[in-house]
Each structure stands twice: as structure tokens, then as C-alpha cells.
């Protein structure tokens, strides 16, 4: 028995806006992304009488803004987990393999659809961001139209789009979203952070996908920085690791039962 794709599509939709622990994760991605990023933008201004003339050298105002991105890519994993990993907690995906028996199918129509919703979130929070944090930074603000901004806003939103992406791939895979979230949590609060501020990991750290991806939203190149890849290059190691995460999703869920 075959499925028609478009009818996948519109199943997997139906499932992901009844849910209501994923309308209240993107909610939240969008709400501490960007208080987060009006705090620190409100801060950065009163702060940059007392920088030094290096670190006045490498002041980005539109990266400052993006700075609840730390935070608000927490609840993009949130969601890329929920989406994928619920189903098998709570055993709906015996149900869902029947209905859909071809597994390609079911799960990129899944990621398609949930990816088409994180992109909007993501694309907007963006936008909302950078103008809100440009507020706050007063005379110190960037303009959409300068050099390189318009690149960065837009990649803010791929950002976090590809985050819940890498998300949905590892909750293909690990099945459990306790597991889930108990990896890739910490490894992107805590062990990308340290690897990336170690001397002796800091080349390791800085291709892992939440750093390379992280590059898209810089305009301004800090002092010293000698990173071998440019913006559009980190996302593009971002995009491989996002990549991996699926392909290796859908071969656990070809090769093992529900």
C-alpha cells in the first residue's frame, strides 16, 4: 500500500499543530531570543564607553542582537526533538508506519513540514531581533542596508531553522526525546562553549555545527580571528552536519522496527 506524498504532508502538519508542546516551544524560542537580545543590545550601549579600543574595533551591533540566539536555539531543539521523538514515547509510530509503510516518505514529509514551520519562526524571530536590539542600541545601531546586514538577519533565521533540523535528525535516530534532549543539550549549551574557549579544542570547536552556523550572523570580523571559513561558509558546514543528522535518521528508521 502506497501513500501519496501531499497526503503525508497534510497528516504530519495536522499532527505537529494539535500538539500543543510544540506551539509552546516555538513561542518560546521567539520570546527569549528576543528579550534576550534587547537586554544584551541595552547592555552592550551603556557598556561601550568603558571598551577598549580593540574591542571597539570588533563591536558588532548586529550580532549583539542576535545574542538570545544562545538561548532561543535551546527551544528550536526543544521542538526539532518533540516533532520526531513524541510519536515513538508514546507509541503513535506503529500507528504511523502503518498508515504510511513507505519510511522515506514518512519522514521527510515530517521534517519537511516541521522545517517549513521552523523556517518561518525562525525567519521573523529574526527580523523582530535585529530591529528591536538595534533600538536599544541607539546611535550605535546598524542599518538593514548596510554592508553584509541584510546576509546576517537572513542567516539568523537559516540558523535556527537548521538547528531544529540537526534536532529532528539525532530524535530520528536516538528515538527517545529524554535521550535526546540529554545530548544534545548539553552539547550545545555546554561542550561546544567550552571546546570553543579552550586554546588547545578551539580549532575543533569552531567546526561543530552550532559555532560554524553561528558565523552567518557576524558582519564584523573580531580582531585576530582567524577562522579559515567566511559566513556562508559556516553555514554550509552547518547545513553537512544537518545532513548527517538526517540521512543517519532515516537509516535507523529503515533498518529497525517501531
Do not use: H
Amino acid at each position: 500500500m502506497s501513500t501519496a506524498p501531499a497526503q503525508v504532508v497534510r497528516s504530519e502538519w495536522t499532527k505537529i499543530r494539535s500538539v500543543a508542546s510544540t506551539v509552546w516551544t516555538l513561542s518560546l524560542a521567539v520570546v527569549v531570543t528576543v528579550a534576550l537580545g534587547m537586554l544584551i543590545s541595552a547592555l552592550s550601549k551603556s557598556e561601550f564607553g568603558n571598551l577598549s579600543a580593540r574591542d571597539r574595533l570588533s563591536f558588532d551591533p548586529t550580532y549583539i542582537s542576535f545574542a538570545g540566539m544562545s538561548l532561543g536555539q535551546l527551544a528550536m531543539i526543544v521542538f526539532g526533538v518533540l516533532v520526531v521523538a513524541n510519536e515513538y514515547s508514546s507509541g503513535m509510530i506503529r500507528t504511523s508506519l502503518a498508515a504510511v509503510p513507505q519510511r522515506a516518505t514518512f519522514l521527510f514529509s515530517k521534517v519537511a513540514v516541521a522545517t517549513a514551520l521552523a523556517l518561518v519562526v525562525g525567519m521573523a524571530t529574526s527580523f523582530v531581533t535585529f530591529f528591536l536590539g538595534q533600538a536599544m542600541l541607539g546611535d550605535l545601531r546598524a542599518s538593514i542596508g548596510d554592508p553584509g546586514v541584510l546576509r546576517a538577519v537572513f542567516g539568523g533565521g537559516l540558523y535556527m531553522t537548521l538547528i531544529a533540523m540537526f534536532s529532528m535528525g539525532v530524535a530520528a535516530m536516538l528515538r527517545s526525546p529524554m535521550l535526546s534532549l540529554g545530548i544534545l543539550m548539553p552539547f550545545f549549551f555546554l561542550i561546544s562553549g567550552i571546546l570553543g574557549a579552550v586554546s588547545a579544542t578551539k580549532k575543533v570547536g569552531r567546526f561543530l555545527p552550532d559555532q560554524a552556523g553561528s558565523k552567518i550572523m557576524q558582519v564584523v570580523t573580531p580582531v585576530g580571528d582567524d577562522t579559515p571559513y567566511g559566513p556562508w561558509g559556516g553555514l554550509g558546514i552547518m547545513a553537512l552536519w544537518v545532513l548527517a543528522a538526517l540521512a543517519g535518521g532515516y537509516l535507523v528508521l529503515r533498518q529497525r522496527d517501531a
